[in-house]
């Protein structure tokens, strides 16, 4: 490939069957290494060795916008099988017309309307959206289709690059659990870490230009790596520590005969040590939001039977009676096309009521973050340039450190925002709305485009920030990490959600469609002494929320624990009892010594018990802490 090289003697080995995520700071080159997989791009040197016959799949770049219906286009990824089915219609040789339907019945042919309808209907489409047209849907949407279509012509190898981002949370967790149960290998790009600890049991990292395989999920990969950044860094402060003590000697004897060569000899150990600091990352500036110095007075809005929509007569929501405090963490859960986005737009004063009453606090300032607002930047411009027409007061040199810290330093703040990347232009956007210290922060996806190191600053940045914060998200780690409250937004309602993100998972997968139970009452957040009674703690709004992530973090593996001491105890509690029966009645020819044994026997199955209950005692008393 012409300009830098992105790779040099880069090998690596992904066994049949494997599901491995491809993980690398962005411009690595994990895109171009996918290419390389399916032959647009050749190797320069080394080679690529792919299993014979190998069929591979990966979401088609041209989305399908003609009048086909969309289960017709997920149907024609499949050609072998189209192919089998025409030819069936005009073969006339008996002999063939049986390899055709035996081929027919391998493939599962006839079931495949069945299955194609079920991947689009997770992917969110409906039975009558599946039988509408291409050209009825957005872009985002068609993307849908085209990752159903590659998804349904399940290949040998699976290559998937940032599949989550033209999905809600609702077809992110569908996708992570069809994944767990592909049968062949998979490939995947994401940026998603809940995605790929759920589905990958390998890692490959791209970095300094080299491909290093780790068994494991994401999680255990991130250990491994910092792990060996401490190793390195003790090694390299080691080899510091030992090249300064030789200076030093050389220094002092290079002049004296009877120590010549002694210091001759270390200046060659001195060329031959390496220098080289441990290898690092790019330079990384962590996200930050400026917090308002004016705490606005609660709450900041507050909804009586608002109704909001696109068309008179025709709300998307409607009969809210909500209200938002100024240190709200809301998450909004629900589908696409359920009104989420027009809530946040409501929110924002973008949109407003077509019935109802909104009020808000005095000179409130809202920062507003959602996609499409990247294409309103100027993309001839700058970021220098788009910052300065905001700011024509300021000195030159201020205006260039506020970009830099935005995280666009000194070769890209004078990059025309139509060469930077996704998420160097999502960095721009987020630096431009926040300049003014908003009470509230509106975040609709933000994490399209942005690497994992930057989303876990975001999560950091939003847990610092000293606003409230509304929250429309893909990524479960940033909900949970960053959300209080889970609002559902369905049917036209906006409501509380009272269960947390493991119930709404299980919630998604059934398919059922959640009921007014399952629900809090829509109303001013379901209880307006979580609003009104703030702890007399002495803890700022940020210390509390830190502290908050902070046993959200640890609350997990306690839960996870409980739930195995009570499977624990319930089964002493099975053998406790048969061997109460036993000694009840024991069989005549049992002597009294295996009788004794048995009685010691329980005695062991008790302690045992004990141990575990007086475990769940503790385990349950440090939820409880946690939960206040």
Not at 101 to 120: F, K, Q, T
Not at 344 to 356: H, N, T, V
Not at 520 to 536: L, V, Y
Not at 576 to 583: A, G, P, S, T
Request: glycine share 6%.
């Amino acid at each position: 490939m012409m300009g830098r090289s992105l790779f040099e003697n880069a090998s690596i080995h992904i066994p049949v069957g494997a599901k491995a995520g491809l993980v690398g700071r962005n411009g690595t080159g994990k895109t171009t290494l996918f290419k390389m997989l399916t032959a647009e791009y050749a190797p320069e040197s080394g080679e690529i060795s792919l299993r014979k016959k190998i069929r591979i799949g990966q979401v088609a770049q041209e989305v399908p916008s003609s009048e086909t219906s969309l289960i017709d286009v997920v149907l024609a990824a499949d050609k072998e099988r189209l192919e089998l089915l025409e030819e069936s219609e005009t073969a006339t040789d008996p002999t063939r017309i049986g390899e055709i339907h035996d081929r027919l019945n391998d493939i599962d042919a006839y079931s495949a309307p069945a299955r194609a309808s079920a991947i689009l209907g997770g992917l969110g489409f409906d039975h009558e959206a599946q039988q509408r047209p291409c050209s009825d849907f957005s872009g985002g949407w068609r993307m849908r289709v085209a990752l159903a279509a590659v998804l349904f012509y399940e290949p040998d190898l699976l290559m998937l690059d940032e599949p989550t981002n033209y999905l809600d949370m609702e077809g992110t967790l569908w996708l992570e659990n069809y994944l767990q149960r592909y049968r062949h290998t998979v490939l995947i790009i994401s940026h998603d870490r809940n995605l790929l600890n759920k589905v990958c049991n390998t890692i490959v990292h791209l970095s300094h230009k080299q491909l290093t395989s780790y068994k494991g999920n994401y999680d255990f990969f991130a250990k491994t790596m910092a792990e060996q950044r401490e190793l390195a860094e003790k090694f390299f402060q080691k080899q510091e520590d030992k090249r300064k003590h030789m200076e030093k000697f050389v220094e002092r004897f290079r002049a004296k005969a009877s120590k010549a060569r002694q210091a001759q000899s270390r200046l060659k150990a001195l060329e031959k040590m390496s220098s080289d600091a441990p290898p690092v990352d790019e330079s990384f500036v962590p996200l930050s939001f400026p917090s308002p110095e004016d705490e606005a007075v609660s709450p900041i809005i507050n909804m009586e039977s608002a109704s909001v929509g696109y068309e008179e007569g025709k709300p998307i929501l409607k009969n809210m009676d909500l209200r938002i405090d100024h240190d709200d963490r809301i998450a909004l859960l629900g589908s696409n096309g359920n009104g989420k986005s027009t809530f946040a737009k409501l929110i924002s004063e973008r949109l407003q009521p077509m019935g109802g009453r909104i009020t808000r606090a005095r000179k409130l300032r809202i920062a507003f973050f959602a996609q499409h607002q990247l294409d309103e930047l100027v993309p001839e411009q700058n970021a220098y340039e788009h910052l300065r027409a905001k700011l024509p007061e300021m000195p030159e040199s201020k205006v260039r450190a506020k970009v830099a810290q935005f995280g666009l330093g000194k070769d890209k703040m004078m990059t025309k925002v139509k060469d930077l990347s996704g998420g160097e232009k999502a960095r721009l956007m987020l630096g431009l709305i926040t300049l003014d210290a908003p009470h509230l922060l509106i975040l609709d996806e933000p994490t399209n485009h942005l690497d994992i190191e930057t989303r876990q600053s975001l999560l950091d940045a939003l847990n610092d920030f000293e606003g409230a914060v509304i929250l429309i998200a893909h990524d479960r780690m940033l909900v949970e990490g960053a959300a209080e409250r889970l609002w559902l937004v369905h049917d036209g309602k906006v409501a509380p959600y009272e269960g947390d993100m493991d119930d709404y998972r299980k919630l998604v997968l059934s398919g059922e469609i959640p009921s007014n139970d399952k629900l809090a009452p829509n109303a001013a957040n379901a209880d307006d002494s979580d609003s009104e009674d703030k702890p007399d703690d002495g803890l700022s709004s940020k210390e509390r929320r830190r502290l908050a992530a902070q046993a959200r973090k640890k609350i997990e593996p306690l839960r996870k624990e409980l739930k195995k001491l009570e499977a624990e105890i319930a089964k002493h509690d099975q053998d406790l009892n048969k061997i109460d029966r036993v000694l009840a009645n024991p069989p005549k020819e049992y002597s009294p010594k295996k009788i004794a044994a048995i009685a010691n026997k329980r005695g062991e199955v008790e302690g045992e018990k004990a141990q575990a209950e007086e475990r769940w005692l503790e385990v349950s008393s440090a939820i409880e802490s946690f939960e206040g």
